[in-house]
């Protein structure tokens, strides 16, 4: 587990069950230190989760590990999984899970490369942070922006 201050968590797992279900599990950890608005933080973990299965189940490849990564940052909750599969770029219809995501986040999209990664991503507006507190606020509606900023 890698982390820059306070509000930055990364962590590398392997891209099995058990890793997607660490990477809920230390989100969930570090969200709690965080001072979010009522709901966010359960709204970030399940996304992680779903983000996180889909890196172990579509973008699997043996012997590479998957990336999570949150960052808090004026205002925004930003949540990434990197994998290593950058053929294999997700589409909402195809399970539940992108679409737990687009229900939850505020924007969402991929970001393809450098070869051979894709990392998907979500965010969710915090609004502006009061003194004393990293983030507060609510959110609006989903967004997706995709490799062509669609």
Known sequence: MNQKNSLDFRVQLSPT???ARLARLLAAEWLATCELPYGVGDAATQI???LATNAVTHGRVPGRDFLA????????????V??????????????????????MADRWGVEVGPVPRKTVWAEL?????EPGKP???????PK???PEGK
């Open 17 to 19: 069950p058990r890793g």
């Open 48 to 50: 992680v989760a779903e």
């Open 69 to 80: 990564a949150l960052a808090v940052d004026t205002g925004t909750l930003r949540i990434k």
């Open 82 to 103: 990197t994998d290593t599969r950058d053929d294999a770029l997700p589409r909402v219809g195809r399970g539940l899970g992108l679409l737990l995501v687009v229900a």
């Open 125 to 129: 507006d915090l609004g502006s942070p």
């Open 135 to 141: 983030c507060a606020g609510d959110s609006g509606d």
């Open 144 to 146: 997706y922006q995709g």
